[in-house]
């Protein structure tokens, strides 16, 4: 399985509204031959817990069926997926930190998803074009530690049924810098994975959600980086790899800097890396995200890094959405050079 080159369907079975008509509608057959035209050779497919089980465990049927029309289509159009747990019961990456993520401090809770995956691999671990990823976002650094045994444990029930890939990254929002975190894994075919989306300052311009991000302020890429460490300051831990960077100029060397610990983790495991989310948005100026995404592409290609873009349409990222109508011809023509 390449997973060279890929984007996210996120907003479909994860951080939506729970729905048959939103499910009905979302997401057809033709998004995903347009997701094969565009070049790309697989797609991301972030699911939460709640659409396929119950809290208490039962198999919902009907939430299982759009993952298998996903599967189903992929296959048609020859394309991989990679079947993505993006919240779990008891772990949501935007409870970080509250007693709404009870997982790790529950056994229940930790059996209850290796359940769940128990059911996914069965289902899915004789299709030749499905990967698994363990969970989307484990947040606190804390949970180091907690997440490789739990990794473990979710490998291991997969593996009772499937040799598909499977995809797992580090704490900290799946930070580059953390996969060094992880132990080497029990089995073969696993691929550790990382997100990016730095500058922060940047690709999450007025950004609602990020604490302490002005709303007003337009973002340039590239510029000095005395100018992001100073605008980066006010996003406290979220700004803290621009504020702490070591690079003399934003760009490549940036980039770089951030992957180097990803890259010699996943060399010393013997293990791929994957980039499974990043992108720009869209309140971004849209010929300085072109300009990320060219950089950001050059760093991948370097350590050929696979990846999947965040994301197909609408979650204030989509690259088919109006805003990305100026560059996405030569978007494409860069992903797929």
């Not at 990803?262 to 869209?282: H, P, Q, T, W």
């Not at 873009?309 to 204030?316: E, N």
């Amino acid at each position: 399985m390449k997973l060279k080159k890929g984007v996210n369907i996120g907003g479909y079975l994860s951080q939506c509204e729970y729905k048959k008509e939103h499910y009905d509608e979302f997401i057809c057959e033709q998004d995903v031959k347009k997701v094969k035209n565009m070049g790309f050779d697989h797609m991301r497919l972030p699911v939460d817990a709640c659409v396929l089980v119950t809290e208490n465990g039962g198999v919902i049927e009907s939430g299982f069926a759009y993952v298998d029309r996903m599967v189903e289509w992929a296959e048609k159009y020859g394309l991989d997926v990679i079947i993505d747990i993006h919240k779990a019961y008891g772990y949501d990456f935007n409870d970080a930190g509250t007693e709404a993520n009870s997982l790790f401090g529950s056994e229940a809770g930790k059996q209850a998803l290796e359940d769940l995956w128990s059911i996914i691999a069965k289902r899915y671990g004789k299709c030749d074009n499905v990967a698994f990823e363990l969970l989307n976002e484990v947040v606190e650094e804390e949970l180091a530690g907690p997440w490789n045994e739990l990794s473990k444990r979710l490998i291991r029930a997969i593996r009772k049924e499937s040799e598909a890939p499977i995809i797992y990254g580090g704490v900290q929002w799946n930070s580059a810098m953390t996969v060094k975190k992880l132990e080497k894994p029990e089995f073969d075919n696993v691929i550790y994975t990382f997100h990016f989306y730095e500058p922060i300052i940047f690709t999450h311009q007025k950004a609602y959600w990020v604490k302490n991000m002005d709303m007003e302020r337009d973002v340039e890429y590239p510029a000095t980086m005395e100018y992001y460490r100073e605008v980066s300051k006010t996003l406290g831990y979220q700004g803290e790899a621009a504020v702490k960077a070591k690079a003399t100029v934003m760009g490549p060397q940036f980039i770089e800097e951030l992957i180097e610990d990803a890259v010699s983790a996943a060399k010393k495991n013997g293990v791929r890396l994957y980039c499974g989310e990043f992108g720009v948005i869209d309140r971004a100026p849209v010929e300085d995200t072109l300009r990320w995404f060219k950089d950001v592409d050059d760093v991948f290609r370097k350590y050929d890094i696979g990846y999947s873009i965040w994301s197909f349409k609408k979650m204030d990222f989509g690259i088919t959405d109006e805003h990305y109508a100026p560059i996405i011809d030569e978007l494409c023509r860069v992903w797929n050079r």
